[in-house]
């Protein structure tokens, strides 16, 4: 249900916008991770559908299942090319020495704060208060006490959802297509899409340092070059922070 | 035509053709009809289930530890008692949570996890009732309701889907703007939606009678509930000065409370055996829910809601008063500040402290109003009893100086 914001933001933005966009924010001092950090990756939340002909999307859950083992596969892939040690969470309670619901509470906190990230930068509701900061959420002491428990450096979290147009839709389509010889066009009648976010805490400062939203009509997550592909249109372009960047230019 | 005629004509179609299509009313089930769809130990096969169960994994997970979860062992296992009393083939698959929301309210979810409201606890007057509606949305899982409804949903929309473009491409080809065709179809689409749903509405109420007097449990107490659902909404909109709030059944997912009422009194009729013993037990819910009780009533007071909570409160009342009752019978006088109430309130809390389980904010308060009298001994006195009863009270200090002064 928290993300039901979050994806609004992004059907929004994918009315403008081409197949495939991305839209990132970062905090003004954000140094992308490099070198040997350590990721904390929180327990991925994946769903793949089938879109029916009505345009209803129908849950499947051995594609999900499917598509969280090659997710995580590509993330590992991805971030071992960084020079980052990657621990992903499985369940609530598989982190030693920390309880399910202090990883619980983190989760529903990172739920009502990417809320309020998606509705303040991907809605257009600005703030005046946080104009010109970047990207300026925190967790708070959560995430720094989490951090000091566990040694890691970030945590990671990530959603993503995929869906398929059946065959069904697929028709559907091609009717709203050939209607234009007759004149009654509607070639608008939506297909599969992918919709994914990814959010970066700094668990030393429990600051919210980087977001993500992805949208896009083209790719399977299903697949290794599908997941592969999402991780790297997602992770792969992370931008340093506006004062970073200045600093880079400065010395360059 | 100008766009208002055009759109009064919409509605005005729209709505004859959904009642020419489903009727208002929806036909009783008979108990017999209704047998369970499911075995023991059921785990879905099909991936649209498959899908929707997996789907509801982490919803689970969050209704399982939200902080809203009553946390009472034994009454939770009270409660997964009865689930597994009227809870069919499934009894043992079920899982069964209390949330403290002081609305009249239970949930089933498509994996056979049972939410219930605290609201719920307070306004059943025993056993019997409670079980009713433990029963209903147990037959919810039993008859496979979620996954049904999804896919009569997904059906209906294909169909919709097919036909608006089928339509849009024949009035292309003839000429013809087929718009408002299209959207009266939507209404139609979406009103025979919730025909279906207030059909398995009726079905998981036949169901539960059944399940019900299965179990030796009185299945005239489910239209016993409706009924005081009806009177508490008649008498909160009273003290509110409004009318009694009814949905138009057309629009309604649930069918009204007044005909699913009358079905469940024909219903139970069917389903009693001559001979047989069913029992409406109240000292067993008594006993279950006795401790939270003044949490329940407490909750319900504090929505001021004069006129629900009232009817409530003289509706458990009907089973005797106590102490905690009349107590919060003064409460609701007292919150609600109406003129003519404060005396109602004082009235009510010299009775409560004649009760001996009257709770010790009674003394209290029947202190207070004592003082406000111009009673000074008498009011000394209760309040004196106040604090042997809560020597710990917050306000315990500030209640010795004024004895003092």
């Known amino acids: 249900m928290r993300h039901v914001t979050i994806a609004l933001a992004g059907s929004a933005a994918l009315l403008v916008a081409g197949c495939v966009q991305t839209r990132q924010y970062a905090d003004v001092q954000f140094a992308p991770p490099s070198g040997d950090y350590k990721l904390l990756v929180m327990r991925p939340d994946v769903s793949v559908g089938s879109v029916t002909t009505g345009g209803l999307t129908e849950a499947r859950a051995d594609w999900t299942e499917a598509a969280r083992t090659k997710l995580l596969a590509a993330l590992r892939a991805q971030q071992a090319g960084r020079g980052g040690n990657v621990l992903i969470l499985d369940r609530r309670d598989s982190l030693p020495g920390v309880g399910a619901e202090t990883i619980a509470e983190l989760e529903r906190l990172h739920g009502a704060v990417g809320n309020s990230i998606a509705l303040h930068k991907y809605l257009g509701e600005d703030l005046p208060t946080k104009r010109r900061k970047g990207l300026d959420w925190t967790l708070g002491a959560q995430a720094v006490a989490l951090g000091q428990r566990t040694g890691m450096d970030y945590a990671l979290f990530l959603h993503a959802e995929d869906s398929f147009a059946s065959t069904g839709r697929v028709a559907l389509q091609v009717l709203g297509i050939a209607g234009c010889i007759v004149g009654f066009c509607a070639p608008n009648v939506g297909g599969g899409s992918q919709f994914a976010y990814a959010s970066l805490v700094d668990l030393r400062t429990g600051e919210v340092v980087w977001f993500n939203v992805l949208q896009s009509k083209i790719g399977d997550i299903r697949t290794d070059a599908g997941a592969a592909e999402m991780v790297e249109r997602l992770l792969g372009r992370m931008k340093p922070g506006r004062e970073v960047r200045r600093a880079m230019r400065a010395g360059v | ?405």
């Open chain 2, 1 to 405: 035509m100008t766009l208002l005629d055009r759109r009064s004509l919409l509605i005005a179609g729209g709505a004859l053709a959904a009642a020419s299509a489903t009727g208002t009313a929806t036909a009783r089930v008979p108990p017999s009809s209704m047998v369970p769809l499911i075995g023991p130990g059921y785990r879905p096969v099909d991936a649209d289930e498959r899908g929707m169960w997996q789907q509801m994994e982490r919803v689970e997970e969050e209704i399982a530890g939200s902080n809203l979860v009553v946390q009472d062992a034994a009454l939770a296992g009270y409660l997964k008692g009865l689930i597994g009393k009227v809870g069919g083939p499934a009894a043992r698959d079920f899982r069964i949570y209390l949330v403290r929301i002081p609305d009249f309210n239970a949930l089933m979810f498509p994996t056979g996890m049972a939410v219930i409201f605290t609201g719920l606890l307070l306004r059943m007057r025993n056993e019997a009732q409670l079980a009713g509606v433990i029963a209903h949305e147990a037959a919810h899982f039993l008859r496979k309701h979620q996954i049904r409804q999804w896919r009569d949903m997904r059906t209906r929309t294909d169909i919709f889907a097919m036909l608006a473009m089928g339509a849009g491409i024949a009035g292309g080809a003839a000429g013809v703007n087929t718009g408002d065709i299209s959207q009266l179809g939507q209404l139609g689409t979406i009103l025979s939606l919730l025909r279906y749903n207030r059909g398995l509405e009726a079905e998981a109420d036949a169901m539960g009678v059944r399940l019900l007097a299965e179990q030796g449990y009185d299945p005239r107490a489910m239209a016993e509930t409706w009924a005081q659902l009806i009177a508490e909404e008649k008498l909160s909109a009273k003290y509110r000065r409004k009318r009694r709030h009814r949905d138009i059944s057309l629009f309604g997912t649930h069918p009204s409370p007044e005909s699913r009422m009358a079905d469940l009194r024909l219903s139970a009729a069917d389903v009693m055996r001559p001979g047989a013993i069913y029992d409406a037990r109240h000292a067993s819910y008594l006993a279950a829910i006795g401790k939270i009780r003044s949490t329940l009533l407490d909750d319900q007071v504090k929505l001021n809601d004069p006129g629900a909570s009232l009817y409530i409160v003289n509706n458990l009342a009907q089973d005797g008063w106590n102490g905690l009752l009349r107590y919060s019978e003064a409460e609701i006088y007292r919150l609600h500040n109406r003129a003519g109430f404060d005396e109602h309130a004082a009235r009510s809390y010299a009775v409560a402290v004649q009760y001996p389980d009257a709770p010790a904010d009674a003394w209290r308060w029947h202190g207070i109003m004592l003082s406000k009298a111009g009673r000074r001994e008498e009011a000394r006195a209760a309040l004196t009893r106040y604090l042997a009863l809560a020597p710990n009270a917050p306000d315990a200090a500030f209640v010795r100086q004024m004895l003092v002064s």
